[in-house]
């Protein structure tokens, strides 16, 4: 299951079930930025804007043919993850283990050290693990979409999408929408160099890092003052002429 695959599905969708056929906004966090770029390349005729809070680094270590030093960490972050998600025959095993290996990558190093967590309403660090990390990934999780959710993530490419051959670079030039990424300052998944190395290619790109300390949570809405900026580069975003086949 790959964003392509994501994306297509969700075409269909708004195309067939909704009958739309023009969309003024496409955004997305994390996971959903990978959507975000996939939508802008793969239906270019219907994206009038984007607007992707982190994108996939998968995509430039691709591009450039190294093995993956790039992606090397994230990859080792997935494949623990599986790990301690396929051998577990009590779910819930696999499930606390999976929470306590993304605790150290969701957030930056700065948000530990002066416990913003606190912030949050929670008491102590073992309380935050619990209550925050652990509850994200057992409140009805399945081990087995998470899995996949992997598995999607490691495969993300825009390269990928049919016509282009694996040329990330020639996909993300593809893209005709004003397209403003805003990656966070401390992100330890998707830093921002990657995103302004794909903002080069794209002609309308634009990116905003957010400042502060909320790594790559900045973009899940914890924080008012990260949501505050989110928000108003979107604002900002629909204010611009959007992308039309007529223009």
């Known amino acids: 299951m790959t964003f392509y695959d994501q994306v297509q599905a969700q075409h269909k969708l708004v195309t067939e079930k909704f009958g739309i ?5 496409v955004t997305g966090w994390s996971m959903g930025a990978g959507q975000t770029y ?11 804007r984007a607007a992707p809070f982190w994108r996939l680094e998968q995509d430039r270590a691709a591009q450039q043919g190294l093995p993956r030093v790039v992606d090397r960490r994230t990859h080792r972050r997935r494949r623990m993850g599986r790990r301690r998600l396929h051998p577990d025959a009590l779910p819930i095993k696999g499930l606390r283990a999976f929470a306590r290996v993304y605790s150290g990558w969701g957030f930056s190093q700065a948000f ?3 416990e913003a967590w606190r912030e949050l309403g929670f008491t102590s660090f073992d309380d935050f693990l619990y209550g925050f990390w652990e509850n994200f990934f057992r409140d009805g999780r399945d081990p087995n979409n998470l899995i996949t959710m992997i598995r999607t993530w490691h495969s993300g490419n825009v390269g990928n999408t049919p016509g282009f051959g694996g040329d990330v670079e020639k996909a993300l030039a593809s893209i005709r929408c004003p397209l403003l990424a805003m990656p966070a300052e401390k992100d330890l998944y998707f830093p921002p160099e990657d995103e302004h190395w794909a903002s080069q290619f794209i002609a309308q790109g634009e990116v905003r890092v957010i400042p502060g300390i909320w790594g790559h949570f900045a973009g899940g809405g914890p924080n008012p003052v990260d949501t505050a900026f989110i928000d108003a580069g979107i604002r900002d975003l629909l ?3 959007g992308y039309s086949p007529q223009n």
Do not use: D, G, N
């Not at 056929?21 to 906004?25: D, G, N, V």
């Open 112 to 114: 530990y050290w002066e």
């Open 21 to 25: 056929s023009t969309i003024a906004l």
């Open 239 to 241: 204010a611009k002429p």
């Open 38 to 48: 996939q939508w802008a390349v793969s239906h270019p005729e219907m994206v009038q």
